[in-house]
């Protein structure tokens, strides 16, 4: 089987290839509309519908609700290991089903941004400019199925240690159904409890791979953007007017930019609020699963786990960072240009025009965070605060001995 005729947005196209930006979410998208949060296809609308009700039923709404029935009823009957394992996928099961629900309100976003990216494709007229988009591209696509691997990989390896151990991955609650009662019932409760949790991953995979995928082909554009700032004035047969227009149009190019960037920003901004406030909480109790609790095979499920937590945020803050360093490139590209001996109008239209480079381009998690590396750390941390706080209560011990008592 070949890969590229499958996959071909995978592979960097050819500088002769016309350049589609958009292709940069091409298997994103395909993922989001198995999401059940599209509208229904007139074609296979009942198809669509009950698929859709099937995933969001068992991963976004009910799987929240299992976890926390799960505590109430059987609460007694964990391990602390099992438990830990429980806990720590519950509250990143609700984060997910949030994140869900404000990218179903915000979906056409994506298409809207996409129409942008159309627009700055025209722009694009050189070779090597086009080779830069297509490398961003296929990265783009490339990382999303890096993503997908991570949260597929963790969902299987935590299915097969609990099935190694006989029990299922995270005792959910499920009316008419009790696993201690026979192999059936095992057997059914530990599928469903993958069927939901492989949903959910899938899911998650969308919701926190779609700021990469936009925001990396965004810097292809704006590295080209950089480029034509940069040549402004520099060509000895254009008139004064014709440098002008030029100058006009890198404005409007910066204001296509923008507007990008206001198109997805209310998604991203709920997205990562709702990951920043339970990620720290996560990745403490995977930590202390991992140190205390965990035999060989459920502390492989729970590293991957943790990678995959990781993932939800990390990328996405480092590309902010990148993302403020390009717009203070503009800057200095459009002060390197030739301007000096340019008229008095070309002259005060670019002070105008440096003046709104200078103004990064940010995002906000929820007006209360600023999305970078710096925040990502620091909710990291907090991690460590709660691992801190059992060792020194000795919450671990406790568990360990009324397990053994029992």
């Known amino acids: 089987m070949d890969l590229r005729s499958w996959f071909p947005t995978l592979y960097t196209q050819s500088k002769d290839t016309p350049v589609r930006s958009r292709d940069a979410t091409l298997y994103l998208l395909r993922c989001v509309f198995l999401m059940g949060v599209r509208k229904p296809p007139a074609k296979f609308f009942v198809a669509y519908v009950l698929w859709s009700f099937a995933l969001n039923f068992c991963s976004t709404f009910y799987q929240p609700i299992g976890f926390l029935t799960g505590y109430i009823s059987h609460l007694s009957e964990f391990s602390p290991g099992e438990f830990l394992t429980s806990l720590q996928v519950a509250f990143n099961a609700w984060s997910c089903s949030t994140k869900v629900l404000i990218v179903w309100a915000l979906v056409k976003r994506f298409d809207k941004a996409n129409n942008i990216l159309d627009e700055m494709d025209r722009r694009i007229t050189d070779p090597g400019e086009r080779l830069q988009v297509h490398r961003a591209v296929s990265l783009s696509n490339r990382i999303f199925f890096f993503f997908m691997a991570v949260y597929m990989g963790y969902a299987t390896t935590t299915f097969l240690s609990a099935i190694f151990i006989g ?20 057997a059914l409760q530990a599928g469903l409890e993958y069927f939901a949790m492989a949903g959910a991953c899938f899911q998650d995979v969308c919701v926190d791979c779609y700021p990469v995928n936009f925001i990396l082909v965004l810097r292809a554009h704006m590295s080209i953007f950089a480029e034509r700032l940069r040549r402004l004035g520099t060509y000895p047969s254009e008139s004064q007017e014709q440098r002008y227009e030029r100058l006009v149009e890198c404005i409007q190019d910066h204001k296509v930019i ?50 995959a937590v990781l993932l939800e945020t990390t990328p996405f803050c480092i590309l902010c960072n990148y993302l403020t360093e390009d717009c203070y490139k503009l800057a200095d590209a459009l002060f390197q240009s030739n301007w000096i001996d340019e008229e008095k109008r070309y002259q005060k239209t670019l002070m105008y025009f440096l003046q709104k480079l200078q103004q990064p381009i940010t995002f906000m998690a929820m007006n209360v965070f600023p999305i970078s590396v710096g925040t990502n750390i620091s909710v990291t941390k907090f991690s460590f605060s709660v691992f801190t706080l059992v060792k020194q209560m000795n919450i671990a011990e406790k568990l360990a001995k009324s397990e053994m008592e029992e």
């Open 167 to 186: 029990r299922p991955p995270y005792q959910n609650y499920y009316p008419f159904l009790d696993w201690r009662s026979s192999t059936l019932h095992l």
């Open 258 to 307: 923008l507007r990008f960037v206001d198109c997805l920003r209310p998604v991203i901004s709920g997205t990562i609020f709702v990951q920043f406030l339970v990620v720290g909480l996560v990745l403490g109790f995977t930590l202390i699963n991992i140190v205390l609790f965990a035999n060989l095979v459920s502390a492989i499920a729970a590293l991957s786990f943790m990678a």
